[in-house]
C-alpha cells in the first residue's frame, strides 16, 4: 500500500502558526466590530478614521450640559462605544470616529473640569 508523507513543518513556523490562530481567536471573542455606514463626520467634513475604544456596559447617565455638547460640537467623537446594558466578555470596539471631533471632546472635557 502506497503511503503518502506529508512534508514535515519545522516548529518554529508550527510554533508561529498556532500563536497567530490563538491571538485571532482570541480577538473574536473579545472586539467587536461597531463600525456603522456612515464614511464622512457631517459636522466637520472629514472622512472619519477606524479605531478601538472600551466598550463601557450599562445604563449611561450624562449630565446635560454634556450632553449638549457631545451632540453640538462632537458628535462623532466615539471615544467610547456603549455595549448595552448586560456585561459580555468583549472589552473592545472597532469604530469610525471623527479626528476633529475627538480634539473637540478633549477640550470640552479639559475646559469643563472644576478649578
Ligand atoms: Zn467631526
Redesign the pocket.
Known amino acids: 500500500m502506497l503511503k503518502a508523507k506529508m512534508p514535515k513543518i519545522p516548529k518554529p513556523i508550527r510554533a508561529t502558526f498556532l500563536f497567530v490562530a490563538a491571538v485571532a481567536i482570541l480577538l473574536a471573542f473579545t472586539v467587536l466590530d461597531g463600525r456603522d455606514e456612515k464614511r464622512t463626520?457631517p459636522?466637520?467634513d472629514?472622512p472619519l478614521k477606524v479605531g478601538s475604544v472600551p466598550i463601557s456596559y450599562g445604563l449611561p447617565v450624562f449630565e446635560t450640559e454634556y450632553w449638549k455638547a457631545r451632540t453640538e460640537q462632537?458628535?462623532?467623537a466615539n471615544s467610547t462605544y456603549g455595549g448595552g446594558c448586560m456585561p459580555k466578555i468583549r472589552r473592545i470596539a472597532i469604530v469610525r470616529y471623527?479626528p476633529?471631533?475627538r480634539d473637540a471632546e478633549k477640550e470640552w472635557e479639559t475646559s469643563a473640569q472644576p478649578d
Open positions: 463626520c459636522l466637520h472629514v462632537f458628535p462623532f471623527c476633529i471631533c
